[in-house]
């Protein structure tokens, strides 16, 4: 089950693995985009981090001060996706106090659904929707949440980039990981362990 108490675990977990990751995330973000996601993402959850002390009564009311907190932090592109995906994740959250496994598959897709329409993106354009929405389509509660989530991430390192600021560096976008997928798969591997 996760909890009030196991979300707020799993962003301070997500949040020490993107501190130690900032570097990987920004020299990636550097090869096919601008080369600040690592920086944004470092800002954005040690804003989250500064909000885990208050007391919520739900895991929606979490979710969506989470999501609030990463729209205003979090500068780039990452910021309304991510912020999207905790805002809309809050609404299947609702007012529960606990989630079984099932309500928070259905929170994430609610959240991978957000990330697709606020990018307006598809499988297979090399970005954080091709972790999110291939992970949720066949997660189980007897996965290896890590070991699927690391290969997806590296399955974007052959896609060609068709969306984002990525699309402008054509064919040569294939070679490298897509940031976006690898922030993803910290923020997931994160919450599914709370899960467990």
Not at 7 to 12: F, P, V
Not at 180 to 186: D, F, L, T, V, Y
Request: aromatic share 6%.
């Amino acid at each position: 089950m996760l909890t009030i108490d196991g979300l707020k675990e799993a962003l301070r977990n997500a949040q020490s693995e993107i501190e130690a990751n900032k570097d990987t995330l920004t020299d990636l973000d550097r090869a096919i985009g601008d080369g600040d996601h690592g920086i944004n993402m470092s800002r954005g959850f040690e804003a989250v981090a500064s909000v885990l002390d208050d007391d919520y009564d739900s895991l929606g009311a979490l979710s969506k001060k989470v999501g609030m907190t990463l729209m205003a932090k979090v500068g780039g592109a990452a910021g309304p996706l991510y912020g999207s995906a905790f805002v809309k994740a809050a609404t299947a959250f609702g007012e529960a106090k606990e989630a079984d496994f099932t309500l928070v598959k259905s929170a994430l897709e609610e959240g991978a659904a957000a990330i697709k329409a606020r990018g307006k993106s598809e499988v297979g354009q090399k970005t954080m929707v091709d972790v999110w929405e291939p992970f949720l389509n066949e997660l189980n509660d007897a996965d290896d949440y890590a070991a699927k989530l690391d290969q997806l991430v590296q399955d974007t390192e052959d896609m060609k980039a068709t969306k984002g600021r990525a699309s402008y560096f054509g064919d040569n976008s294939r070679g490298t990981i897509d940031p976006g997928a690898m922030s993803s798969a910290i923020v997931l591997k994160a919450i599914m362990k709370e899960v467990g």
